[in-house]
């Protein structure tokens, strides 16, 4: 059966990920400081939300997006 | 002869191996030449997807990025999860359609919906002209980093033709199984090699976090958009992330490679694996900003990668990577090679010039249109390389252009072919106005592929609305198509 809640939630957290990455909420983050884990802010900011959706796309393939198992 | 030499002569000796041992797996069928049967295994296809999209233009290009423009090539981690989603989303719609109704090629699919035979040619002819300068890219950049590999010993033309000579003769004999197979070991050198080397190369100034903190101490504005020369700022960085995504997706190559694939599930373990290998990038980063604190002058900043590894790393190191470079730009290029010839060869010449040829016929053709477009972009390599640049911005600007026409196909079912056609003609012209007429180059700062995405969409959905829908038998054919796909992936 297709999950469509879940579906829905990865294709949003996508969205939501590339919104943060690449609109001009960007430009807020294009800063030097505050050093966080020992990285410049553009770079931890960058650094973050990749990692994040990294996570999100390792957890949707196991969950297989919600949808069919299709064998 | 030097140790580098031989490890480069080893390189090209590699994949001749692989090539006759994926010859020897193969039937000798041209779908099994040109898709792989649709049998290409996860490992494979994952490797050669990556391998392929990761190319001369990442390997050099971000390294003198870094070096030159500061941070804008950070995008990259965000194009690499656009080119996974995209993969998903689209790739496995367009896996799904190929196997139903057999598609070899993009127009096979495109011309098919939108039942036009003008869409068929404008879509292989845009994607062939898109292919050229972007392969051109590859060999140069290949070419380029064995002569410095070897020391000068082997001058810029012959490893050009040392290049072109071991694709040709793989990709001859072993199709698409033997371009992947090679990449398996390019994609996994690639990778593991500039991360390695990036961590490796920091230790000169003290490792990666203190790297960052002398960045900011002595030059601050390499840390933040638009950069040291102040020209890098944000248009830049969206124009990058979505033409490099989407142009690299639509091209022919990642379009045949989402047929060739066996298994559906691939498609959903993709967007992780191609997030994953974003890391990668952190390599280059703290290659070329460990170049800005420690090298002061560079003449080509596209030759930063070599010129840090020979300083600091032990020459065998350096060149293993620097043939894995190599390697990027080769595994680009046979995919290019192999594609294009199978465009020739099913869209022009068995769909206009001979539709009953047979097997061999149709193996011969995709053969000989390998040796002849090589030999026609080793000529340009070596005879027009100022180009280049310029010309290589339309190639995936180009190929981009056809993200309109799919992801109408895939999801929007009013859409006809009258309006898909003028989106992709007026925003492939529109590319080549800005990017060619002098004082009209990427007007405000926004690639002159954007611009041509954003005609295309307009032009698309507007001439789509006042033109009548499809025929009712093909809408009908691909409506329950989807519907199939939606009920059982």
Same mark, same amino acid.
């Not at chain 2, 294009?340 to 869209?347: G, H, I, N, Q, W």
């Given at each position: ?7 829905? &939630?990865? !294709?949003?957290a996508?969205? +939501?990920?590339?919104f ?5 909420i ?19 900011w ?5 990692l994040? @959706?990294? @996570? ?8 297989n997006w ?5 064998n | 002869?030097s140790?580098?030499?031989? +490890? ?5 000796? /590699?994949?001749? /191996?692989i090539? &006759? !041992?994926a ?7 041209s779908d099994?030449?040109? /898709?792989?049967?649709?049998g ?6 994952? &490797?050669?997807?990556s391998a392929?999209?990761?190319?001369? &233009?990442?390997?050099l290009?971000?390294?003198a ?8 090539? =950070?995008?990259?981690f ?13 790739g ?5 359609l190929?196997k139903?109704?057999?598609?070899v090629?993009?127009s096979?699919?495109?011309g ?16 062939i002209?898109?292919?050229v300068?972007? =392969?051109?890219?590859q060999l140069?950049?290949g ?5 410095v590999?070897?020391?000068g010993?082997i ?10 000579a071991v +694709?040709?003769i ?8 033997a371009?992947a197979?090679?990449?398996i070991?390019?994609?996994a ?5 500039l991360?390695?080397v990036?961590?490796? $190369?920091s230790?000169?100034?003290?490792g990666p ?15 933040t958009?638009?950069?040291?020369q102040?020209?890098s700022?944000? *248009?830049?960085?969206i124009? *990058?992330c ?10 022919p190559q ?17 967007p ?11 390599? #280059? *980063? ?8 420690t !090298? ?15 300083e600091y790393?032990?020459?065998? $190191?350096?060149?293993?990577?620097l ?13 290019q090679?192999?594609a ?8 022009f010449?068995?769909r ?11 193996l ?5 249109s390998i ?6 972009a ?12 310029t !010309?290589?911005? /339309? ?7 056809l ?10 079912k009013?859409?006809? #072919? ?6 992709? +003609? #007026? ?6 106005l ?8 990427n007007?405000?700062?926004?690639s002159?592929?954007?611009?041509? *995405? ?11 609305? =006042? ?8 809408f009908e054919r ?5 519907e199939?796909?939606e009920?059982?992936?």
């Open positions: 059966m297709v999950n469509r809640k879940l579906y829905v &939630f990865y !294709i949003t996508t969205f +939501i990920v590339l943060m990455l690449e609109s001009p960007i430009l807020i983050a294009n800063r030097v400081e505050p050093f966080l884990l020992g990285m410049p802010f553009l770079v931890f960058v650094f973050f939300w990749w994040l @959706c990294t @996570c999100l796309f390792f957890v949707a393939y196991k969950t919600g949808r069919h198992s299709n | 002869m140790i580098s030499v031989i +490890i480069i002569l080893l390189f090209m000796l /590699i994949p001749l /191996i090539g &006759f !041992i010859a020897s797996k193969s039937q000798n069928t099994d030449y040109f /898709i792989q049967g649709r290409m295994g996860s490992v494979a296809a994952f &490797f050669t997807v392929t999209w990761w190319s001369a &233009f990442a390997f290009g971000s390294n990025s870094f070096y030159t423009q500061g941070p804008v090539y =950070l995008t990259a965000a194009w690499n999860i656009l080119f996974g989603f995209l993969y998903f989303i689209v496995k719609r367009v896996w799904f190929g139903k109704f057999n598609y090629t993009p096979d699919l495109l098919d919906f939108y039942q036009s035979e003008k869409m068929r040619f404008w879509v292989t002819t845009i994607l002209i898109s292919t300068p972007y =392969l051109q890219i140069t950049g070419g380029y980093l064995i002569e590999a070897s020391g010993t001058p810029f033309w012959l490893a050009g033709l040392m290049f072109y +694709i040709i793989y990709v001859w004999v072993g199709g698409i199984r371009v197979w090679t990449d070991i390019y994609g050198l690639v990778f593991f090699g991360l390695f990036g961590f490796y $190369i230790n000169v100034v003290g976090f203190s790297l960052f903190e002398q960045m900011r101490a002595e030059n601050i504005e390499h840390l958009l638009p950069g040291p102040g020209d700022g944000y *248009l830049s960085w124009s *990058l979505f033409i490099t995504a989407i142009g690299a997706i639509m091209g990642l379009w045949l490679r989402m047929y060739a694939v066996k298994n559906g599930n691939l498609f959903n373990l993709m992780f694996l191609i997030s994953l290998v974003a890391v990668t990038y952190f390599g #280059s *980063l703290l290659v070329s900003w460990t170049g800005v604190l !090298i002061n002058e560079i003449d080509n900043p596209d030759q930063l990668l070599p010129v840090v590894l020979y790393a032990p020459i065998v $190191i350096a060149t293993l990577v043939a894995g470079g190599a390697s990027a730009a080769m595994s680009t290029a046979n995919s090679i192999h294009v010839s199978t465009l020739v060869t099913k869209d010449y068995q206009y010039k001979n539709p009953n040829a047979s097997n061999n016929q149709l011969r053709i995709g053969r000989f040796l002849i477009f090589s030999l026609v080793y000529l340009l390599t070596l005879f027009v390389p100022g180009f280049l640049v !010309i290589g911005l /339309i190639g995936f600007g180009g190929s981009a252009q993200i309109v026409p799919t992801l109408g196909s895939l999801f929007w009013r859409s006809n #072919s009258p309006g898909a056609l003028a989106g992709l +003609i #007026s925003g492939f012209v529109t590319l080549l800005f990017t060619f007429i002098p004082g009209w180059q007007p405000l700062g926004l002159a592929g954007m611009w041509g *995405l954003m005609v295309n969409v307009i032009a698309f959905v507007t001439v789509t609305l =006042l033109t009548p829908p499809r025929k009712q038998n093909t691909f409506n329950d198509a989807m199939e796909f009920s059982n992936y």
